[in-house]
C-alpha cells in the first residue's frame, strides 16, 4: 500500500483552523492522517457526505491534492454551520436579497403604451405577494451551483426562471379570476372586477406571452421544453378541477398540474441550468413537486380556518364554488352522504352549509396538514441528493414555513 502525503497549503489550513476557533471543533477531531491505496480509493472518501469535519488526510501529488481541496471547499461552509448557528442564520438573510428588484423588473417587461393593458398587467405585480415560486427558484439555483461548483450564486439566466414562474403564477391568478367570476384577489378588487372579463383575459394572456419571450432569451432547448410543460399542465388542471369526481387520486392529480407542475418543472430548469447531473436535476424536480402539493393542500385548510382578511379573498371560496378539496374529501369518511354533494358541486340549497359543518365537526383539517406534512417530508428528503449548504438548508425550513403559514 501507498501511503498519500501531502502538506496542505495556507489558505486550506486557514480555513481548518477558522473552523476550529469559531466552530468550536477540537483539533484533534480535524488534523490527523489517513492511508489510502489507490487514488479511486481517495476520491470516493473525497466525495462522501459528511455530518462534521472529517480527519484530513496527507496525500503526496497534485491530483491527490485536488481532489482534498475539492472536497474541502465543498464541505467546510457546511461543518461550521452545524456547529455556529449565528453565522448560518445570518447568511440565510442574506438569500432574501435575491427577491430585490424582481418586480421592477417584471414591471419594465410587461410595459406597453396602452394604458389600460399596462395598468392590468402591472397590478399584481406590486411586492405584496408571497413570492414563493421565484424565492423556491433562486434557493434551487444557489444549492445546485453550489453542489457543482463550490459557489453559491445564481446565474442570469436562472434569474430569468424565476421571473418567468412568477409572471406564469400571475397570468394564471387572472385567468383563474374569470374562471371562478372572483372579485377579490390579494385583499384587493381583482382585475376582471374592475376592467371586465374579456380584458382580464387579455391581460392574462399578455402577461404569460412575454414570459414566454423572456423563456426565449435562455436559448436552451431543454429549458424551453421544462417550461412549455407548464403551460399545459395549468389547462389541463382547470380542466380537471371543473370535473368533480369526489376521489384522491383525481383531487391530487389536478393538484400537481394546477399547482405543483410551475414548482417542479422550474427547479427542474434551475437545476438543469446548474449543469447537474440526471439524478440531481431529478432531485430537484420532485422537490418542487412535493412542496407545490404541501403547498396546495395548506392552501385548501386554509380555505375553512383563516379568516377572508388573512386570506385576501373569501373563506369557502373553493366550497362555494362547487370545488371538492382535500378537507371535504377527508370529511366524507365520516359523512358519507357528501359524495352525492360533491358530484352536483353543492348546487342544492344546503349543501355548502352541510359540507362546511361536516369539515368543522370531524378531523379532516388535521388529516389535511398530516398529509401535507408528509409531502413537505418527501420534499426534504429529495434534497439529500445534493451537497449540504445554507442554501439547502433554507430550502428545508421553506417546507416548514408552508407547512405552518396562516396566509
Same mark, same amino acid.
Given at each position: ?5 501531502? %502538506? ?9 483552523? !477558522? ?64 456547529? $455556529? ?22 414591471? &419594465?417587461?410587461?410595459?406597453?403604451? %396602452? ?42 439566466? !436562472? ?15 387572472? $385567468?383563474?379570476?374569470v374562471v371562478d367570476t372572483s372579485d377579490i384577489r390579494r385583499g384587493k ?11 382580464a383575459v387579455m391581460a392574462g394572456n399578455f402577461v404569460v406571452s412575454n @414570459? &414566454? ?13 421544462? %417550461?412549455? $410543460? ?10 380537471? !378541477?371543473?370535473?368533480?369526481?369526489? $376521489?384522491?387520486?383525481?383531487? =391530487? ?20 441550468? &446548474? ?7 431529478? @432531485? ?17 385548510? =386554509? ?20 370545488? @371538492? ?17 360533491? =358530484?352536483?358541486?353543492? !348546487? ?32 426534504v428528503n429529495h434534497l439529500n441528493k445534493i451537497m449540504p449548504s445554507v ?6 425550513? =421553506? ?9
Amino acid at each position: 500500500m501507498n501511503e498519500c502525503k501531502m %502538506i496542505l497549503p495556507r489558505s486550506v489550513f486557514g480555513r481548518i483552523r !477558522q473552523g476550529i476557533l469559531h466552530g468550536g471543533l477540537p483539533a484533534e477531531s480535524v488534523v490527523s492522517s489517513r492511508r489510502f491505496s489507490s487514488i479511486s480509493e481517495l476520491h470516493n472518501w473525497c466525495n462522501k457526505p459528511p455530518v462534521i469535519l472529517p480527519n484530513i488526510c496527507r496525500v503526496g501529488n497534485s491530483t491527490q491534492k485536488g481532489l482534498l481541496s475539492k472536497w474541502l471547499n465543498r464541505q467546510i461552509c457546511f461543518s461550521m454551520s452545524q456547529v $455556529h448557528p449565528v453565522s448560518f442564520a445570518h447568511s440565510k438573510q442574506g438569500l432574501h436579497e435575491d427577491l430585490t428588484g424582481i418586480y421592477e423588473e417584471i414591471r &419594465s417587461l410587461l410595459r406597453t403604451d %396602452i394604458y389600460k393593458l399596462d395598468q392590468m398587467c402591472h397590478y399584481y405585480f406590486d411586492g405584496k405577494g408571497k413570492a414563493i415560486r421565484p424565492l423556491i427558484v433562486f434557493w434551487t439555483s444557489r444549492a445546485c451551483n453550489y453542489h457543482n461548483v463550490g459557489r453559491s450564486f445564481v446565474s442570469n439566466e !436562472q434569474k430569468k426562471v424565476a421571473l418567468i414562474s412568477e409572471m406564469i403564477h400571475i397570468g394564471s391568478l387572472i $385567468h383563474d379570476d374569470v374562471v371562478d367570476t372572483s372579485d377579490i384577489r390579494r385583499g384587493k378588487s381583482s382585475v376582471n372586477s374592475m376592467c371586465g372579463d374579456r380584458n382580464a383575459v387579455m391581460a392574462g394572456n399578455f402577461v404569460v406571452s412575454n @414570459a &414566454s419571450c423572456l423563456l426565449s432569451t435562455i436559448d436552451d432547448t431543454e429549458v424551453t421544453s421544462i %417550461i412549455s $410543460h407548464i403551460i399545459g399542465d395549468l389547462v389541463r388542471g382547470e380542466l380537471m !378541477q371543473q370535473d368533480n369526481q369526489g $376521489h384522491f387520486e383525481h383531487y =391530487l392529480k389536478k393538484t400537481y398540474k394546477k399547482t405543483a407542475s410551475l414548482i417542479a418543472n422550474c427547479c427542474k430548469a434551475a437545476a438543469h441550468l &446548474s449543469n447537474s447531473d440526471a439524478p440531481v436535476i431529478e @432531485a430537484m424536480y420532485q422537490f418542487g413537486k412535493n412542496i407545490g402539493i404541501a403547498f396546495q393542500l395548506v392552501d385548501d385548510m =386554509l380555505d375553512f380556518v383563516s379568516t377572508a382578511e388573512n386570506l385576501g379573498k373569501p373563506s369557502a371560496a373553493d366550497l362555494k364554488l362547487g370545488l @371538492a378539496t382535500a378537507p371535504v374529501l377527508f370529511a366524507c369518511e365520516k359523512f358519507p352522504e357528501l359524495h352525492s354533494m360533491i =358530484l352536483r358541486r353543492f !348546487q342544492k340549497p344546503g349543501d355548502v352549509e352541510f359540507a362546511l359543518n361536516a369539515v368543522h365537526n370531524s378531523d379532516c383539517l388535521n388529516e389535511t396538514r398530516i398529509l401535507a406534512k408528509q409531502y413537505c417530508d418527501y420534499a426534504v428528503n429529495h434534497l439529500n441528493k445534493i451537497m449540504p449548504s445554507v442554501e439547502r438548508e433554507s430550502l428545508a425550513d =421553506l417546507t416548514q414555513h408552508i407547512l405552518h403559514r396562516t396566509r
